[in-house]
């Protein structure tokens, strides 16, 4: 758990990961040196981790996606969650509880051979002994920041609205969203200027945005859960909007395979998530089965490697 200032620095950075120290600490009501010193320290120990992320990677309309569940040789989940992780293509890879081990969402851009990616490359994992996949018909990130609950909706945004300068300028920024532009710029051989111009231009439409991605019990989160729906066809669409609108509902995918509906859950207790099943989804109209995996370790989110995952387990010896 963090303390009253670092929670609040943290809610800041959460609002705009980009703003200055001056800034936060004005608002935090501390010196720009323990706002500095705090932050700096949450992000070296790889608390949070500020970034930039391009709303078509969080959001890809032209992508066939998929949830990849795998189950792994007895003590390698880390490495083969690790390795997934380390892929171009997975948006989300976590190891859970359950019949698998390891979850993961892989987008695979169309043109592309889906047999190659899901048979030659996944199954292909030494340590992998079975898989189960099934495709995702349409999902929704729609709250990122715990600690304020606000829900926010993903940008529609066509991949042509952001050309090579300004990827190549947004990939520079995506392992430190606070990178300077006068550093950023110098690495890639531009102008300040001209970074600081693109930047603020795709920013302003949308187009990318600053995400502070933070550890969910950090903020008293203490209850990460994927649960799967099965409902009868007709009620699908009835469910999302009932979902979509409840707190502590972080993202939900409608699928095509083994269930008709998966929705990650994080909240604060036990007992939270105990009332929300009563109460919000067992009252489902057409609900006929449910199930869930508790989330142990999370790798990956928004195509970002979460820097409180394992650095790099070494795959044990056959």
Known sequence: ????????????????????????AKRAGV????????ATALLESGSILVTVLPATDLYPETARMYEVRVRCRPGTQRAVAHRLAGRSDTRWVAIVTGEYDVA????????????????????????????????????????????????????????????????????????DGRRSYADAASAL??????????????????CAGVVTLVQPHLLGYQQEVLIRLDLLPQHVEGAVRTLEGQEGVHYFATTLGATSLVCELIMKTHDDLHAFIRDVVTPLPGLTRLTADVELIVFKRGFVVCPWASADPARPSR
């Open 104 to 175: 993961a969402e892989v987008v695979v851009p169309q043109g592309e051979d889906v047999a190659a990616v899901l048979l030659d490359d996944i199954q292909n994992d030494p340590d992998v002994v079975a898989t189960q996949t099934d495709m995702v018909l349409r999902s929704r990130a729609v709250a990122r920041d715990w600690s304020r609950g606000g829900a926010r909706d993903g940008h529609e945004c066509d991949p042509s609205h952001l050309d090579s300068v300004d990827r190549t300028i947004l990939a520079a920024l995506r392992d």
């Open 31 to 38: 010196t720009v040196s323990t706002a500095y010193r705090r």
């Open 189 to 206: 051989g531009m102008s300040e200027s001209t970074v600081r111009r693109r930047c603020a231009d795709v920013f302003r439409r949308g």
């Open 1 to 24: 758990m963090l303390d009253s200032v670092d929670l609040l620095i943290v809610q800041l950075l959460q609002e705009d990961g980009r703003a200055s120290w001056t800034e936060i």
